[in-house]
């Protein structure tokens, strides 16, 4: 998830500097959603990856 976000966070950049701004504000708001669930699911499986299921 955080390499998906990264790649549409360099679209948002790319799509700025050549003046596309519906295009970078899109990309922009993607890579964000995208950043926020990867870091929950990140933290998650965190918290849960110690425990190990009961027998």
Do not use: E, Q, T
């Amino acid at each position: 998830m955080i390499g998906w976000a990264a790649i549409f966070f360099i679209i948002a950049i790319v799509a700025g500097l050549l003046g596309f701004s519906g295009i970078a504000g899109a990309a922009v708001n993607i890579a964000w959603i995208l950043f926020v669930v990867g870091l929950v699911l990140a933290v998650f499986f965190l918290v849960l990856g110690g425990r190990r299921p009961p027998v």
